[in-house]
């Protein structure tokens, strides 16, 4: 399992993909964005935004859309990619969840019931 986190809040979950992927949706996320001629401080300011009012509705319990989800991913990712924050940072960033530590967890539930 893929977990973001922004500011040390759980962002959401996703399945296992390699960095090169995931920074890979943060570079399309640019490169769409450049050719609608928004600048890189721009883009910055607008990812670090999103991920903060994402934060503060997980922080208050509401509910995120699955679109909302999405794109936190891609801005995560491309701050990530832009160097802004970095890629396998506990408080900023995505923690992984080893498959074998997985596997692992799900023998030991099995076990216990």
């Known amino acids: 399992m893929l977990y973001t986190y922004w500011k040390g809040t759980l962002i959401s979950r996703w399945l296992e993909i390699t ?55 891609h801005s995560l990712m491309a701050l990530c990619y832009l160097q802004i924050t970095e890629l396998d940072d506990d408080n900023n960033g995505i923690f992984r969840q080893k498959s074998h530590l997985l596997k692992r967890k799900r023998k030991l539930l099995l076990n216990t019931t």
């Not at 890979?24 to 600048?39: H, P, T």
Request: charged share 35%; proline share 0%; aromatic share 10%.
């Open 19 to 73: 960095d090169k992927e995931c920074l890979e949706f943060g570079k399309k996320l640019i490169e769409k964005s450049i050719r609608k001629n928004i600048n890189i401080k721009d883009q910055i300011h607008s990812y670090t935004n999103f991920m903060n009012l994402i934060k503060k509705r997980k922080d208050n319990k509401q509910s995120i859309y699955q679109s909302d989800h999405q794109l936190a991913f």
